[in-house]
C-alpha cells in the first residue's frame, strides 16, 4: 500500500449521476432526509417524487424495487456517516478507532435504522437480491475505515507497528454485528458504544505509543 492509499480516507460508493441536477441524487436526497425522519420501514414512492420534483414513473426508471432504492439510499448513509465522524484527523489513529462508538450510539437513535441493516444482512446473502451489492460493499468500507485509521496511527508514531491491523478491523466489525443483534434482541437495552470504547481502550494499553497511561489516578 502506497503513502497516498495509507492516508486517503475510503468512500462510499453510491453509482449513478448525483448532485442537485441530477434526478437519481435528488431522489436519494430525497430518501435519506425521509429515513431520518420517519424511520426505516419503508420507502412511499409517491412522497419521494413529491419531495424530490422527480415523476413517480421516472424514479421506478431509476429504482425499480424499494430494495434497490433502499440499497443505494443506504450508500448516501454510508457517505455521510464517513464525512461526519471520520473526515480528516477525525479518521486518523486512535481518534479513527474511538469515533466507532459514537456512530453506533447515534445509530440507535434513527427509528427502524438497525431493523434495517440487520434484515438487508440476512436477506441479502442470495447474490440476487437488490441488496446483495450493499451489504457487501458496506462491510468492505467498515474495514477500510478502520485499517485507514491504524495504518495512519502508525504512519502518525502513535500506534505501536505490531498492532495487528486486519484482524482488529475485523473483530471490530463483528463486535459492531453482535451488539447489534444484543441491542435487538434486548429492546433497546443494550448499550451500543461502551463495549466498542472498552476494547479500544485495551488496544490503546497494548499498542499506544507511549504506552498509555491511565487518567483515573488509581
Keep these: 500500500m502506497s503513502p497516498t492509499e495509507r492516508t486517503t480516507l475510503p468512500q ?4 449513478g449521476p448525483l448532485g442537485r441536477n441530477s434526478e437519481r441524487g435528488r431522489i436519494l436526497d430525497a430518501a ?5 425522519t420517519h424511520g426505516f420501514e419503508r420507502l412511499p414512492a409517491a412522497v419521494l ?3 424530490s420534483g422527480v415523476p413517480e414513473a421516472r424514479l421506478k426508471q431509476h429504482f425499480p424495487t ?3 432504492l433502499f440499497a443505494s439510499t443506504l450508500n448516501l448513509v454510508d457517505a455521510k456517516n464517513i464525512t461526519a465522524y471520520f473526515a480528516g484527523a477525525k479518521g486518523r489513529g486512535w481518534a479513527g478507532l474511538e469515533a466507532w462508538a459514537p456512530l453506533l450510539d447515534a445509530v440507535v437513535h434513527q427509528p427502524g ?3 434495517l441493516y440487520s434484515t438487508m444482512r440476512a436477506q441479502a446473502g442470495d447474490r440476487e437480491h437488490p441488496a446483495h451489492g450493499w451489504v457487501t460493499t458496506h462491510r468492505d468500507l467498515c474495514v477500510d475505515v478502520l485499517q ?4 495512519t496511527g502508525i504512519d502518525a508514531g502513535e500506534m505501536d507497528p505490531s498492532i495487528p491491523v486486519d484482524l482488529v478491523a475485523y473483530q471490530m466489525i463483528a ?28 488496544l490503546r494499553y497494548r499498542y499506544g505509543v507511549p504506552p498509555h497511561q491511565d487518567q483515573s489516578g488509581d
Design 32 to 36: 435519506a432526509n425521509y429515513l431520518a
Design 12 to 15: 462510499a460508493s453510491i453509482p
Design 49 to 51: 417524487a413529491q419531495d
Design 66 to 68: 424499494e430494495e434497490a
Design 175 to 202: 463486535m459492531t454485528e453482535g451488539v447489534q443483534l444484543h441491542w435487538l434482541s434486548s429492546g433497546g437495552r443494550a448499550k451500543q458504544g461502551e463495549p466498542i470504547r472498552a476494547f479500544v481502550e485495551n
Design 148 to 151: 485507514h485509521a491504524m495504518l
Design 113 to 115: 435504522a438497525l431493523q
